[in-house]
Structures are given as C-alpha cells and as structure tokens.
C-alpha cells in the first residue's frame, strides 16, 4: 500500500453505536489530520498530531475522540453521534515543514 | 483572519475550451498556495503549488502564478478534457499546522 489509506470507506450508524475510523499513512510522514468535509462548506480542520502528539484541536465535539498510537496510524472515535455529523472524514499527513498535505479517500458516513 | 476566496461553480465547459477558475486569499505572513483536486469518490489530491510570489506551478496542463499584488492564485488550463471534471479547492499554508482551504469549484467538461 502506498500513500494514505482509509478505512471502512463507507459508514452507517444510529446515534447510540460507537465506531471508530481509520487511516494509516506510508509517506514517513510525522503529522496527521482530521477533517471533515460537508456539502457546500470549506474543509472544518478537526484535528492535528505531530509526532503523535496533538497540537490542534478546532473546537470539535466530544463524541468525536481521536487516538494517534504511532507516526504512521490515526483513530477517530465516535460515540453518540447527531445527523448532522454526516458528512466525508477525511485523514490527511504531511512532513512538517514541507507545506503539502496528502489525503486518504475518505470516509463517507451517515448517522441515523 | 486568514480566508481563501474561490469562484462560485459549477463551471460548465465545452471539451478543449480554455478553463479559470479564479481565488484569492487574504493572509497576514508569506503564504504557501496550492490547488487540489478531487475526483467523484476520492480523497483531496494536490495538483500544483507555489511558494512564493511570481512562482507559477504547474502540472498535466495545469498552471497558476502566484501574484502577491493581487493576492490571488488563479487557476488555468488551455484545453480541458473531459476527464478533468472534478472540484477543485484552492488551499494555503502559513506553515506549522495551519491550511485554509477554499470552498471548492465543481468543474463539468462536457464532450
């Protein structure tokens, strides 16, 4: 596998279930990201790990948890979600300093 | 703040006619621009970019200079085909973690 990969590619759940997303990226990359991309609105940075550490968290509801165990792996936990969370959750990993993010397929999920 | 401004689509071409696709950003330092692109189904990919004033990025027949006296990083292609239908979002960086994106520009290249 090359680049960033995301799992499952497709998601649904009701607003009890707890799922948790995936990505893993293989660019030897040392910052991660979170996004989420709704119809009509810019890209809503959610959150930031460098060097698995986060750095930047814009705000986001609790029901969404993130989890960076390593460089290469990033978790995004959700629990209790609304409707309105629908939308692609997109990862993304860039080298620091080097100003091009590169992003995984996405994550297409809808809440019931 | 620090916002990018993209022109409102979608933008309906003929194949081989001439495409822009206008943005403009507002920025307090020395911005990194970019185009990405994104096909139906598929992640963000980056397109081109430019990292400082009067660079011009280019790629599969794409080009956008960067202006920094009309802080803007417009987008062109001199013949678009049909597989260039697809949104396209201008993006910059200001370094560290920081990128700020544009709404998007949905592009259909009719044959």
């Known amino acids: 596998e090359t680049g960033v990969t995301q799992t499952p590619r497709h998601l649904v759940m009701g607003m009890t279930n707890k799922k948790s997303l995936k990505c893993e990226q293989h660019?030897?990359?040392?910052?991660m990201y979170w996004y989420k991309q709704s119809a009509k609105k810019p890209l809503e940075l959610m959150f930031v790990?460098?060097?698995?550490?986060?750095?930047e968290n814009n705000s986001v509801p609790s029901r969404f948890s993130p989890e960076c165990p390593n460089s290469s792996h990033l978790f995004l936990h959700l629990h209790t979600l609304q409707p309105e969370d629908s939308a692609l959750y997109l990862c993304?990993?860039?080298?620091?300093?080097?100003?091009?993010?590169?992003f995984g397929p996405g994550t297409r999920l809808l809440v019931l | 703040g620090d916002s990018v401004t993209q022109m409102e689509g979608p933008v309906t071409l003929s194949e081989e006619a001439f495409l822009t696709i206008n943005c403009t950003y507002t920025?307090?330092?020395?911005?990194?621009l970019f185009w990405y692109v994104q096909y139906p189904g598929e992640g963000l990919q980056l397109l081109l970019k430019?990292?400082?004033?009067?660079d011009k990025g280019s790629n599969k027949g794409f080009e956008a200079t960067y202006r920094k006296e009309t802080t803007s990083f417009h987008l062109e292609k001199g013949s678009v085909q049909v597989s260039d239908s697809a949104v396209y979002f201008c993006a910059l960086s200001l370094g560290g973690y920081k990128y700020i994106f544009g709404t998007g520009t949905r592009l259909k290249v009719l044959a």
């Open positions: 993304a990993s860039s080298q620091e300093g080097s100003g091009t993010q590169y």
């Open positions: 430019a990292t400082k004033a009067d």
């Open positions: 660019l030897g990359h040392n910052a």
């Open positions: 790990y460098s060097l698995e550490e986060r750095v």
């Open positions: 920025a307090t330092g020395y911005p990194s």
